[in-house]
């Protein structure tokens, strides 16, 4: 059976071509690509076109652009911008939901297959979460939470999980974290003893248990605080 021939617009042409260059690696996230006249003169093309390719790649959250300050990359994967501008999108309630099932799957994986390095690695974010409570320093707590949660999902050793939690990851901790775990009434949870001692016993029942109780917890702050939506 003989296929349609595809036939692209120019723009569409520029749009492929720049992806390539962002998902290659030739770009890298956080860099500035080069200037408009000097990828005119690349592609051979009117700064119309080239400006509606970028358009549409940052619609996407490939790319981002500041003003004066030019086009940056902001993301190497459309699958990767897609999810994160959704979850950016989500409600509270929402996002911990998806929290609860990747973290629960998380941690159950983890006891089944976490290595006495992972299980080191997960103590040490444990320590810096409590120094960082202790002294009320919430961006040193949100960075140290944010590795040890990371540090269980790389403790499953699920390759595919670990790629959707870290995509997602910055979104989840900087959207819930600072008004939730700092909150005193989640103190009991700061550093995430229990659920640690649960993955070194390969405990998944109170491991999953921990999960659940702590998502419980978030969840009830965020409804009080009104962010469910």
Request: aromatic share 4%; glycine share 4%; net charge negative.
């Amino acid at each position: 059976m003989v296929e349609k021939i595809e036939r692209k617009s120019l723009a569409e042409q520029v749009y492929d071509q720049i992806k390539a260059e962002i998902t290659s690696g030739t770009w890298e996230i956080g860099e500035r690509i080069p200037k408009e006249a000097d990828l005119m003169a690349e592609f051979g093309i009117s700064r119309n076109t080239l400006r509606e390719a970028i358009r549409a790649l940052a619609h996407i959250g490939l790319l981002e652009t500041k003003q004066g300050d030019g086009t940056f990359v902001r993301n190497n994967s459309e699958l990767n911008a897609i999810i994160q501008k959704r979850v950016r999108e989500s409600s509270v309630q929402e996002i911990l939901e998806i929290r609860h099932a990747l973290d629960r799957e998380a941690v159950i994986l983890a006891c089944e297959r976490r290595t006495e390095e992972d299980l080191a690695t997960l103590k040490k974010y444990s320590q810096c979460c409590n120094l960082a409570h202790e002294s009320n320093d919430v961006e040193a707590f949100v960075k140290a939470d944010s590795a040890l949660h990371l540090t269980i999902v790389k403790a499953a050793h699920n390759e595919l999980l670990l790629d959707m939690y870290g995509n997602i990851l910055e979104e989840i901790q900087f959207s819930i974290t600072s008004t939730t775990e700092m909150n005193p009434e989640a103190n009991q949870h700061n550093g995430h003893g229990l659920l640690i001692s649960a993955i070194e016993k390969r405990n998944k029942e109170q491991a999953a248990s921990e999960v659940t109780e702590y998502i419980t917890l978030f969840k009830r702050i965020a409804a009080k605080n009104g962010e469910n939506k």
